[in-house]
Nanobody
């Protein structure tokens, strides 16, 4: 059973940066197509950035150019570098397999809260 632990969230002013980490145990999580998701009051869980097993990345338009997804396969860790943060980026961020590709998702972690103040 894969355990996902997200960290790195916090309170930041608009325009600031955060780097999220997702440490996975129990399997070679980062060798799969994986992604970062965001839960807000408006959206239950939105996929914001994904990276395939081959290293190709995709982003939702609202974060493209500001967020960068990456991984350290040796450490089985997924990252999300978030720059030029906006108040609408506020939410709880989770990592998991890419729901567009995975036949079965892992259990969700606790997520990490990102709060962007104006």
């Amino acid at each position: 059973q894969v355990r996902l632990v997200e960290s790195g969230g916090g309170l930041v002013q608009a325009g600031g940066s955060l780097r999220l980490s997702c440490a996975a145990s129990g399997s070679t999580f980062t060798l799969n197509a994986v992604a970062w998701y965001r839960r807000t009051p408006e959206k239950e869980r939105e996929l914001v950035a994904g990276i395939t097993s081959g290293g190709s990345t995709t982003y939702v338009p609202s974060v493209k150019g500001r967020f960068t997804i990456s991984r350290d396969v040796a450490k089985n860790t997924l990252f999300l570098q978030m720059n030029n943060l906006k108040t609408e980026d506020t939410g709880v961020y989770y990592c998991n397999k890419d729901v567009r590709i995975a036949a079965q998702m892992n259990a969700w972690g606790q997520g990490t809260q990102v709060t962007v103040s104006s």
